[in-house]
């Protein structure tokens, strides 16, 4: 079941922060975009390619609809999140546009698989030449 937030920041290219109401109390969440790993913003221009596109698909205060899958070590949650005004997927859209790697992407997630695949295909965003960017996790 999806929970309403409000995004309040985006940090990096996987990374949003948002308002969450808790007991009727607005709280502030880290949200880790679920099944994918933009470039870390030292890895030029990547990283910040990633974090300026999605930065276009959501705007300060947005409405976004949150599905949480889980948690990481940093407190954030894991979570696939959509655009409540269209309900687009802004995880599958960084994947289509080759902003990110698709990182334990489970086989079951067809969408994202696809839309990694096109990217290569296509040669798009980070896909256009071989390096660390690809594999932001081993960079780390």
């Known amino acids: 079941m999806s929970e309403l937030m409000r995004l309040t920041y985006t940090y990096d290219g996987d990374t949003l922060g948002a308002t ?16 994918i790993d933009a470039p870390e913003m030292a890895q030029s221009p990547w990283g910040i390619r990633a974090r300026s596109y999605l930065r276009t698909l959501l705007y300060v205060n947005e409405p976004i609809l949150v599905d949480v899958i889980g948690s990481d070590k940093y407190g954030r949650l894991i979570a696939e999140v959509l655009r409540k005004r269209d309900y687009g997927n802004l995880g599958l859209r960084l994947a289509l546009g080759g902003y990110v790697a698709l990182w334990l992407c489970p086989s079951t997630q067809q969408g994202y698989q696809a839309a990694q695949a096109i990217a290569q295909y296509k040669k798009m965003g980070i896909w256009s030449l071989p390096g660390q960017h690809q594999t932001p996790w081993l960079y780390r």
Not at 22 to 34: F, H
């Open 20 to 35: 969450r109401t808790v007991n009727g109390q607005p709280e502030q969440v880290k949200l880790r975009l679920a099944y």
